[in-house]
């Protein structure tokens, strides 16, 4: 089916930028939304960002204003542009997609990648 990889984590100092990548190399699938979401040692994975089929957004509370999520026209890739970084932002960070085959619906998860922000 799907198979998310990310790509663009790293270590950056507080108050920098970066770019994260997800691009969909399974199959050709109608998704309907993907997303990114966040899950720092000893606390529960959250919302990060989301952006829906008709490019409708959500964010988390305590990126709003900072993070912007996109995606390319084919709609197969899934971007997070990440600036005014903090620590608290340090987290491994998972893109996921919604999608429909047959009627059924599923979401599939990437690996995911570290973003280190350091004070």
């Known amino acids: 089916q799907v198979q998310l990889v990310e790509s663009g984590g790293g270590l950056v100092q507080a108050g920098g930028s970066l770019r994260l990548s997800c691009a969909n190399s399974?199959?050709?699938?109608?998704?309907?939304?993907m997303g990114w979401y966040r899950q720092a040692p000893g606390k529960q994975r959250e919302l990060v960002a989301a952006?829906?089929?008709?490019?409708?957004?959500n964010y988390g509370d305590s990126v709003k204003g900072r993070f912007t999520v996109s995606r390319d026209n084919a709609k197969t890739t899934v971007y997070l542009q990440m600036n005014s970084l903090k620590p608290e932002d340090t987290a491994v960070y998972y893109c996921n997609a919604a999608y429909e085959v047959n009627g059924l619906g599923y979401i599939d998860w990437g690996q995911g990648t570290q973003v280190t922000v350091s004070s």
């Open positions: 399974g199959s050709i699938v109608s998704i309907n939304a």
């Open positions: 952006i829906a089929s008709g490019g409708s957004t």
